[in-house]
């Protein structure tokens, strides 16, 4: 199959648009068929160059040379027949193969008619013409039938794919990966096995890698003078998203890495080695650095793969604007703050880079699902893919003889329960990215959202039964909570801006959208008398708030200032655990007033729910592989160990988040990232 954004056929028959590796369809093959008419009549080619770089070239800027010119003698019909085929705009040719067809028949039934009647030539100059016409109108209607249904192209075509050349084998999962300044060096980050991540180092002429002696740490770039970036003590920090402390070291090894930053979610170096871009968390925001100190862009959503230009104008990265989901744009920003996208959003979009020439940013997107494509993206908003896989690929670097590095992953989020009826752990996973959102207090019912290609476009709510039987899909979006008599589900639909709010009957009825607020919605949760949902959300160009809305009234209200986040709703509906700007958690009382510290609690710890007695929270340790959930005495601070969670197979086990647990703590539910992926390089792309 043709894939969209490939450039495929024989350079001298190509379309415009397929030349500019542009979606095609069966009005490339018109292009294509003008092509060979015209060379029937004028015996030359319509677009010929020296090189097959300037005959692409030629066909998306410049006009042949008319037929009328090249040969007066043939008939005005079939010139315009010509012309009309080699428009460069596929809306300026014919509107469907059947429309081509009855012109070409009228032109042959016009110069039968003609030749005919001619009067005052002589008979052979008639049958001359005549059968030189002919001739012209046979071959058009053979080539035509081969034109049908998009199968020119294809008969006419030879083509070269692009090779994959697989450079890792173990089980696990990869961080980052980049191209060290001599082009056949290699430098990866990893976690095989279940261990902890650490940086590798590799070359293409050897199938084996090396440890380099980071442990628990991740490569995040590469200088032109051989200088790595790396992340020390890397962790999860927000979804999709890791931190550390930011340090250099060099590429000969030995030493200490020096560090200099901490709390660095990315980085990257700027081309005279000197400078970075990073992105961190600031005041309930994220923001981009560049270089650091220098604030060029911030978010209440989140900022991923920062890429320094080739001339260090510029900072391409992926514009996400809604927390936990990867949604998003490609963006670039000049050093006076001055941004523009330069791609339509996409449902999954993570992993970019520069081209080789600087004039392009090579990233890896899919509009449904998670299968994401590798594609680019022109200065001036031109997008074509590049290649496709079968599962997710993430590009991570392009050398400068344009060789590109990518992951290929096989990501899942899969989901653990200790239910009613088994003494023992069991997967309840439905497709391919179940996430748990709720559980009924009985531990009887599941509700969980599928957010990965299985989902769909927009996403699916589902909810499951302790009893193993199928589960039931609810309709689009993104689950939230359970209603506190477990007969509504309370779901979340619509892009990655404003959100709308929808109630699911989890039995009989008809789903009901409440009024939108026209706020970018996070976590929910309801209240315990069910007429009410606690939220944090954020305006447009506003940073995250916490919300309290009645369930029939169209307006939320605020009860904190912005930088706030909610963790979890108390049992008694009256207070909310909170992160801060300032990423410090605090207990925020709903009916309003100031917020207090919660004691115990250090950086990387995150408040997964409460007891019921409201005495203590569920506590757990951000990026813990195994999970250790403790509780937290609200009065004491002190923490006890409450249970360890991890998967039987810890290969490519990560982020082990949400655990959701009975209020009488006999059940719980727990989701897991499992990421098997492989590093290749792929050469021949263009």
């Known amino acids: 199959e043709t894939l969209p954004g490939t450039v495929l056929g024989t350079v001298g028959y190509m379309s415009p648009e397929q030349a500019s590796g542009k979606p095609v369809d069966y009005r490339s093959d018109q292009f294509a068929l003008g092509s060979i008419l015209y060379e029937m009549a004028t015996g030359q ?15 998306i800027r410049e006009e042949p040379d008319p037929v009328s010119r090249v040969n007066p003698r043939a008939p005005a019909p079939y010139r315009w027949i010509v012309e009309r ?64 249904g998009a199968v020119l192209e294809r008969r006419m075509t030879k083509t070269e794919s692009p090779s994959f050349t697989q450079l890792t084998f173990r089980r696990g999962t990869l961080g980052s990966a980049r191209f060290a300044p001599d082009g056949q060096t290699i430098m990866y980050s990893a976690s095989w096995d279940g261990k902890p991540m650490e940086v590798f180092v590799s070359r293409l002429d050897n199938p084996e890698s090396r440890a380099f002696g980071l442990t628990r740490s991740e490569l995040l770039s590469v200088s032109p003078s051989g200088e790595m970036a790396v992340s020390v003590e890397r962790h999860d920090a927000i979804p999709f998203n890791r931190t550390g402390t930011l340090a250099r070291i060099g590429m000969t090894g030995g030493g200490t890495p020096k560090e200099f930053l901490e709390d660095i979610l990315w980085a990257d170096w700027a081309p005279d080695g000197q400078n970075l871009a990073v992105v961190r968390q600031q005041g309930g925001k994220v ?6 100190g220098k604030v060029l862009y911030e978010t209440a959503g ?48 993570q992993g970019a880079c520069w081209s080789a020439d600087g004039n392009e940013v090579f990233f890896t997107a899919t509009s449904v699902g998670v299968n994401r494509a590798l594609q680019a993206a022109s200065r001036s908003g031109r997008v074509r893919i590049l290649a496709r896989g079968t599962g997710s690929f993430m590009v991570q670097d392009v050398s400068k003889s344009g060789r590109v590095l990518l992951i290929d992953d096989k990501a899942r989020k899969e989901m653990s329960a200790l239910m009613p009826g088994s003494p023992k752990e069991r997967d309840y ?16 019912t599941l509700l969980f959202d599928e957010t990965g290609v299985g989902g769909g476009l927009g996403y699916s709510v589902y909810v499951r039964k302790a009893d193993e039987s199928p589960a039931v899909r609810l309709g689009p979006g993104v689950g939230a909570d359970l209603s506190p008599d477990g007969r509504l589900a309370l779901a979340v639909t619509g892009g990655a801006g404003a959100r709308q709010l929808v109630l699911y009957p989890i039995g009989v009825g008809q789903p009901r959208a409440l009024p939108p607020n026209g706020l970018r919605i996070d976590l929910i949760s309801w209240l ?27 307006k939320p209200r605020a009860f904190s200032p912005e930088g706030y986040r909610m963790n979890a709703r108390s049992p008694d509906g009256r207070l909310v655990a909170a992160v801060g700007p300032d990423r410090r958690l605090y207990l925020y009382p709903i009916a309003g007033g100031e917020p207090t510290p919660i004691p115990g609690l250090v950086a990387g710890d995150v408040v997964g729910g409460w007891r019921q007695d409201g005495r203590a929270l569920f506590v757990r340790r951000r990026g813990e592989v195994p999970l250790r959930i403790t509780t937290l005495d609200l009065a004491t601070g002190r923490k006890d160990l409450w249970k360890e969670l991890m998967p039987a197979d810890p290969a490519g086990v990560s982020t082990i988040a949400p655990v959701l647990i009975t209020p009488d703590e006999k059940y719980y539910v727990y989701s897991y990232t499992r990421t098997l992926g492989d590093l290749y390089v792929v050469d021949g792309l263009k």
């Open 45 to 59: 080619r319509a677009f010929q160059k020296p090189t097959g770089a300037e005959t692409l070239s030629a066909i």
């Open 85 to 148: 085929c080699l428009a460069k705009d596929p809306e300026d040719r014919y509107a469907s193969t059947r429309d081509l067809a009855r012109d070409l028949k009228s032109v042959r039934e016009h110069v039968s008619e003609v030749t005919s009647t001619a009067s005052g030539a002589a008979p052979v100059s008639a049958t001359a013409r005549r059968r030189t016409v002919a001739w012209w109108l046979a071959a058009a209607a053979l080539v035509l039938g081969l034109a049908g």
């Open 287 to 292: 923001r981009l650095e560049y270089p650091i």
């Open 302 to 349: 989140w900022i991923s793969h920062p890429r320094v230009s080739p001339r260090g104008d510029e900072v391409a990265f992926l514009d996400h604007p809604l927390q936990g989901d990867d949604s998003g744009t490609v963006t670039l920003v000049d050093s006076s703050g001055k941004r523009r996208s330069i791609s339509d959003s996409f449902e999954s979009i």
């Open 429 to 444: 996973s439905w497709l391919d990215w179940s996430l748990p959102k709720a559980i009924s207090s009985d531990g009887q």
């Open 528 to 554: 315990p008398d069910g007429r009410g949902i606690v939220f944090s959300g954020a305006e447009p160009d506003h940073g995250s708030r916490l919300w309290v809305q009645e369930i029939d009234e169209a």
